[in-house]
T-cell receptor
């Protein structure tokens, strides 16, 4: 398996549920990202992890909780979400470290999340 | 403040024509620029990156960068119906890891 894999591809949950999104990359990268893509809006960066350490939180509400146990895996834990959180959630990875800061990011296919 | 702006389109061109996609950015500290293609229901796929002023060609695709004008463009020669997608322009500041700014995307339709 190659590239960036996200599961599940689709998720429907109620506002009181707790669920997790999973991302796995097989590219040997050290930096991983969560993005949110809503209809008619630009991709929004949510979190950045570099060598398992969170380096950026783009003012994301606490109902979204990321976890990065190692450089290949990234999770997004969800709880008490709101209807406006319905969107496509994309994971991406790239080479980590300042020396590779210009390297492009490679995206997974995303999880389409619908909040009832 | 919008960091990256693109014409939302839709842009419609006939098969075999040149499609021209434009992007402007507001942050003069931006150093890296990327074009992603996103098919409906799919993830963004990197098709071009450009870091220096001038043109960069890769097959039917040419990226153009003009840092003085803060302008990036993507030309698609000999457009094919399979090129129909949304094209996202993204910029990155200096050495800040992860801080990619995306435009809203331009929807391109290539008709046979």
């Amino acid at each position: 398996e190659t590239g960036v894999t996200q599961t599940p591809r689709h998720l429907v949950m109620g506002m009181t549920n707790k669920k997790s999104l999973k991302c796995e990359q097989h590219l040997g990268h050290n930096a991983m990202y969560w993005y949110k893509q809503s209809a008619k809006k630009p991709l929004e960066l949510m979190f950045v992890y570099n060598f398992k350490e969170q380096t950026e939180n783009n003012s994301v509400p606490s109902r979204f909780s990321p976890e990065c146990p190692n450089s290949s895996h990234l999770f997004l834990h969800l709880h008490t979400l709101q209807p406006e959180d319905s969107a496509l959630y994309l994971c991406a990875s790239s080479q980590g470290g300042a020396a590779y800061s210009n390297q492009p990011q490679h995206f997974g296919d995303g999880t389409r999340l619908s909040i009832l | 403040q919008k960091e990256v702006e693109q014409n939302s389109g839709p842009l419609s061109v006939p098969e075999g024509a040149i499609a021209s996609l434009n992007c402007t950015y507001s942050d003069r500290g931006s150093q890296s620029f990327f074009w992603y293609r996103q098919y409906s229901g799919k993830s963004p796929e990197l098709i071009m990156s450009i870091y220096s002023n001038g043109d960069k060609e890769d097959g039917r695709f040419t990226a153009q960068l003009n840092k003085a004008s803060q302008y990036v463009s993507l030309l698609i020669r000999d457009s094919q119906p399979s090129d129909s997608a949304t094209y996202l322009c993204a910029s990155r500041r200096g050495s800040t890891l992860g801080r990619l700014y995306f435009g809203r995307g331009t929807q391109l339709t290539v008709w046979p």
